[in-house]
Antibody, heavy 123, light 110 residues
Framework: QLQLQESGPGLVKPSETLSLTCTVS??????????WGWIRQPPGKGLEWIAT???????YYNPSLKSRDTISVDTSKNQFSLKLSSVTAADTAVYYC???????????????WGQGALVTVSS | QSALTQPASVSGSPGQSITISCTGT?????????VTWYQQQPGKAPKFMIY???KRPSGVSNRFSGSKSGNTASLTISGLQAEDEADYYC??????????FGGGTKLTVL
């Protein structure tokens, strides 16, 4: 059974960089059938796609984040990560990592999600 | 990239059918057959219910169905049950490797 688990600081100061890691267990992250992504949800609000990375390293970002974010993958650790720089209170949210179907297996669907990690931006 | 437009709330009585709309543009819903619907219970991660507009993964009740016309996708839940009460989100491919979610719809079962 595939499992994803987010980890990282729950509190980040304004203007600093938020760093989160997603550890994937139960399957290899190195598959051409899937991408891996980050989605966030501010308290009481809706979902926002942040970024996606293919196993090959190709990356895609939400333009609204104005290039503050970086997604990367470490296949040796079966992990992928998110860094979001120059954070403000508006970046306070539950951050989810998820698997995205890329080919024949549920294309376009985030089919497995982590439980979510609340990150609060505050001094 | 603007969020897809969903009604903030819908409601229905047990046994009834409801439909949640999701309106996008020619750049997302109107151009791709990659619309997914998610159900989110309070405090939980979203769960995908419909993918590729109208396909249902195994384990999802056939009371859930999806469709698309032009720039608008729809999720219909028939035979409403108390357990269907949740937030629902649509999501569409937006081209160039991007994805866009709807603002979410709170479903209340009366």
């Amino acid at each position: 059974q595939l499992q994803l688990q987010e980890s990282g600081p729950g509190l980040v100061k304004p203007s600093e960089t938020l760093s989160l890691t997603c550890t994937v267990s139960g399957d290899s992250i190195n598959s051409s059938n899937y991408c891996w992504g980050w989605i966030r949800q501010p308290p009481g609000k809706g979902l926002e796609w942040i970024a996606t990375i293919f196993y090959s390293g190709s990356t895609y970002y939400n333009p609204s984040l104005k290039s503050r974010d970086t997604i990367s993958v470490d296949t040796s650790k079966n992990q992928f990560s998110l860094k979001l720089s120059s954070v403000t209170a508006a970046d306070t949210a539950v951050y989810y990592c998820a698997r995205l179907g890329a080919t024949v297996h549920f294309p376009g669907a985030f089919d497995y999600w982590g439980q979510g990690a609340l990150v609060t931006v505050s001094s | 990239q603007s969020a897809l437009t969903q009604p903030a709330s819908v409601s229905g009585s047990p046994g009834q059918s409801i439909t949640i709309s999701c309106t996008g543009t020619n750049s997302d819903i109107g151009s791709y057959h990659l619309v997914t619907w998610y159900q989110q219970q309070p405090g939980k991660a979203p769960k995908f219910m419909i993918y590729e507009v109208n396909k249902r993964p195994s384990g999802v009740s056939n009371r859930f169905s999806g469709s698309k016309s032009g720039n608008t996708a729809s999720l219909t839940i028939s035979g409403l049950q108390a357990e269907d009460e949740a937030d629902y989100y649509c999501c569409s491919y937006g081209g160039s490797g991007t994805w866009v979610f709807g603002g979410g719809t709170k479903l209340t079962v009366l």
